[in-house]
């Protein structure tokens, strides 16, 4: 017997600490981090739906990430990344949170 999984993929975020500026105003960029956020499933938006984010503008969306109740929030505009391995090894989809949603049952997150 096959055992399917509810959330068979990660998400992860791509967190980067602030520039900043040297002795002679040269600015140097910040080093980017990788944090586990949750495992999830990604589920691509194939018949084009739209979603309404803050300010009232319509987005047509990518993909819907599935998280399980009481997963880390997301702020939006944090750029994240879904890999099919827990060692980002296999990246399947990489975008800038439109929308997260914590539900009752679970919660939701548009890129």
């Known amino acids: 017997m096959v055992m399917i999984q509810q959330y ?3 998400l992860f ?3 980067g600490g602030e520039s900043t500026q040297d002795e002679n105003g040269n600015w ?3 080093s980017e981090s990788i944090e ?3 495992t999830c499933r990604e589920e691509t938006n194939g ?3 739209q979603i309404q ?3 009232g503008t319509f987005h047509i969306f990518a993909s819907l ?3 399980p109740k009481g997963a880390q929030g997301v702020d939006v505009g944090t750029m994240v990344f879904i890999s099919n391995k827990p060692d980002v090894s296999d990246v399947r989809i990489k975008g800038t ?3 997260f949603d914590a539900a009752q049952l679970h919660s939701r997150l548009w890129l």
């Open 47 to 49: 018949r084009g739906s």
């Open 13 to 15: 975020a791509v967190l």
């Open 53 to 55: 984010i803050a300010g």
């Open 97 to 99: 949170v439109l929308k």
């Open 28 to 30: 140097t960029q910040a």
């Open 65 to 67: 990430i599935q998280l």
């Open 36 to 38: 586990l956020i949750s």
């Open 8 to 10: 068979p993929h990660y």
